[in-house]
């Protein structure tokens, strides 16, 4: 049994907008309840409007993801509500351009613990209660492409996005290791999609004082912005990764990269498959090696 069913109860960061609003939209239309979460309250509430218009049963939770107490009174609202959680989507996240040197400590700061801290606030909330529950469950991180890749501007979205993969693929061995079989594992890796992540003044906090036109006056940040908000055009649309993702993790798939082709998604398929030791690609050597001394056994 799946637990992307009708009946189970969802859980999505950041679901006031793009990825996040149509994954919820999917669940809703696969019969889940859904519990949408963002830190923008109007947007959410127009978001829940919308999404409670298609008959659905939707409870709508403000919640900054960089504060623990916020995920775990988001998980205590939701239990309320509903008394269980299914699935846990980590997708709240930002893109700002900066070079390496450039980029402010407040402004590291802020981004770490968007991209990464949240999704182990998320996991540490959450992963416990499902354990507890023992029927279906399954965790989801956006994390991206650039969870696997690095360019020219990336020096803060780069590294957070590569810490998200790491530790769901932690959170995935951790669960296996402990022999704990209800609760499944997916992280996502997804090229351009066309959403508002190229405006990440709406929702950063102002004392950072994110600049558009300041970050544009370096030619790199400059080029390499522009060319992801044009690419933002011929790029998937949310609704069509929503589908692919809730396929993908409805058949156990660990990794998905959702919208490459060509000779990008042959670049990352090695990527992982080289790249990663996590026990689902060549390192199995390793993996029983470690296995073997931590549980005194044989593969
Ligand atoms: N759009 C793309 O091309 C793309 C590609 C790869 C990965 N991603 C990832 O997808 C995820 C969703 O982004 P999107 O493309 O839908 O962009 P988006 O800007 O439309 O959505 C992000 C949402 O997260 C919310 N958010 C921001 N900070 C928050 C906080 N502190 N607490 C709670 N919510 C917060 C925003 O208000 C917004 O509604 C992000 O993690 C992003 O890194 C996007």
Known sequence: MSAIAEGGIAVITGAASGIGYALSEEAL?????????????EALAAAAQKLEGQGANVLAVLADVTSEENILALRDRALE???????????????VGGLAWETSAAQMDWIIDLNFKSVAHGIRAFVPQMIAQG????VITIASAAGISVYPGYASYSP?????LAITEALYLDLIAEGIGNVGVTVVMPGMVRTDIMNPEKSSPTSLGLDREARHANATVRAIESTMTSALDGAIAPEDLARRVFDAADA?????????????LTMLT???????????NPWPAIMAGMSTRMFNKAE
């Open 29 to 41: 239309r696969r019969g889940m309840s859904v519990v949408v979460s963002d830190i923008r309250e």
């Open 81 to 95: 509500r509903f008394g269980k959680v299914n699935l846990l989507v980590n997708n709240a996240g930002a893109f």
């Open 135 to 138: 029927d279906p469950c399954h």
């Open 160 to 164: 957070t996005k590569h810490a998200a």
């Open 252 to 264: 156990g798939e660990l990794y998905i990269l959702p919208n490459h082709e060509g000779e990008t």
């Open 270 to 280: 090695q990527a992982i498959a080289n790249g990663r030791a996590t026990g689902t």
